[in-house]
């Protein structure tokens, strides 16, 4: 057992950094698509200014180099286009690069139309402050010291552009107009497209945490596992010892001869088997895999054979089964499962011992039960934190870990588990399970 539970301290940290690594990859994607979006507009942007600076300010601009960069940024772009259109994981380093491929188009356009005096120089605070929100604080910082050498070398070697020095005139300066539309150009992109990237952040970080709550969840059902083995293995012995003495006390004529403790002996082994059935059940479903303890058979067979064994158990008074499945397929159901489902008809029958309902139906190549009962249903507190562990109105220890372990088993299915209070008193649960999760799709799947 301390192995195991040393094991699992190891892996589970392990699959839950692959999975936030994947939400950071995936958030990485979308800004990504950011900025190659934002390229088209600084394409865009670059196309218009340099016609307004030489038809409209007659303004003397070396056009065929400044055309020969735009056109490395359109086929840079067009090729970033191709690669990140669909969804792939990208990483720190390549929206580093990306930025770095921008700031240096900026700056050779920049180098061909005045350097420093030119009023766009500004846009370089557009990548900073984008690199910020995208990138980790040392590419962010590369980005500010590469801009900064960038706007140096442009001061010392760029020839300032042939415009008068008139910042007298204030706004007829083509100076100052020219500053005035480069703030606003800065200003209206950052609150574009920050706020997007601000979404997609937000995004990200809430699935993080639901992904660690998940891995806290599923390390929880682990260890409760491995604890629920451990105690299944040790309670083998004594209920086979239990067993042993049951069959000797049957024997015995002092027992043989009284008709009444005869009677209580028949019943106490039947109660031992049950025990010892639980117990096995508990040892086949902790850890085992899916086509080690499954079932073969079908979904009427199953439900059928499900529902008519709980009944027997539990002698609810009035007990209804609507079965709406068409076609019966075969099916591959584990333990876990049938326990799934034993739990969901359990907790209605406590809620409500006088009646319980069970609906099946598969809608859209997906396994839909619902469980309905006339109890006094959840309370909203109880539904907000529906499926976390120990969520109970029962005053006891331990309560509330049923429909912990439903909404996890139906996850791991790739399924879940909805539950509602239904408007003429009572509750209702809605298990679903893909088809693909539980069919037999060829002879490979054995039972």
């Known amino acids: 057992m301390a192995v195991k539970l040393d ?25 990504m698509l950011q900025l190659i979006e934002l390229r088209w507009i600084a394409v865009i942007g670059q196309v218009t200014t340099i016609a307004a600076a030489i038809l409209v300010f007659d303004i003397n601009l070396p ?19 191709l690669r990140w259109h669909e969804r792939r994981p990208v990483a720190n380093s390549e929206l580093f690069m990306a930025l770095l491929v921008d700031v240096a188009t900026l700056t050779v356009q920049l180098y061909l139309s005045g350097g420093t005096t030119n009023p766009f120089a500004f846009l370089y605070l557009l ?15 590369t980005i500010v010291v590469v801009t900064l050498v960038c706007l140096a070398l442009l001061a010392v070697f760029a020839q300032p552009l042939a415009l008068p020095f008139d910042h007298a005139r204030g706004i007829a300066s083509i100076y100052v107009q020219g500053m005035l539309l480069c703030f606003a150009i800065n200003a209206a992109l950052l609150v574009i497209f920050i706020s997007r990237i601000s979404v997609t952040l937000r995004a990200k970080a809430a699935q993080l945490a639901d992904l660690r709550q998940r891995a806290a969840e599923e390390d929880h059902i682990v260890r409760m596992g491995l604890l629920a083995s451990g105690a299944a293995h040790e309670l083998g012995t004594p209920l086979a010892t239990l067993s042993v003495i049951l069959g000797d006390w049957k024997r015995m004529p002092e027992f043989r001869d009284n008709p009444s403790l005869a009677e ?12 010892k059935a639980i117990v096995s059940g508990i040892l086949l479903s902790a850890g085992s895999a899916r086509g080690e303890s499954a079932v073969r058979t079908t979904l009427h067979t199953f439900l059928d054979g499900l529902l008519e064994e709980w009944e027997e158990r539990r002698q609810v008074a009035a007990l209804e089964y609507e079965n709406r ?45 619902v469980v309905l009962d006339k109890g006094p249903g959840f309370a909203p507190a109880m539904l907000a934190q529906f499926g976390k562990p120990y969520q109970s109105t029962k005053n006891r220890a331990g309560a509330g870990v049923g429909l912990f372990l439903v909404v996890n088993v139906a996850r791991t299915l790739g399924g879940a588990v909805a539950a509602r209070n239904r408007e003429e ?15 037999l799709s060829g002879e490979g799947e054995h039972a």
């Open 7 to 31: 094991l699992l301290t190891k892996i589970s940290p392990s699959i839950a950094s692959s999975a936030e690594a994947n939400v950071e990859y995936a958030a990485g994607h979308k800004n």
């Open 63 to 81: 056009l065929v180099h400044m055309l020969q960069v735009l056109a490395c940024l359109i086929a840079f772009n067009i090729a970033s286009h």
């Open 127 to 141: 990548q900073i402050i984008i690199s910020a929100v995208l990138l980790e604080a040392w590419s962010t910082w």
């Open 264 to 275: 209580e002996i028949a019943e106490m082994q039947t109660q031992l088997k049950r025990c």
């Open 325 to 369: 499945i068409v076609e019966d397929i075969p099916v591959a159901f584990d333990s876990a499962l049938k326990q799934t489902i034993d739990n969901l008809l359990d907790n209605a029958f406590e809620a409500s011992p006088d009646w319980v309902r069970l609906e099946a139906s598969v809608e859209d190549d997906t396994l839909r039960l």
């Open 425 to 439: 008193g009572g509750a209702a649960v809605t298990l679903t399970i893909p088809l693909a999760s539980i069919a």
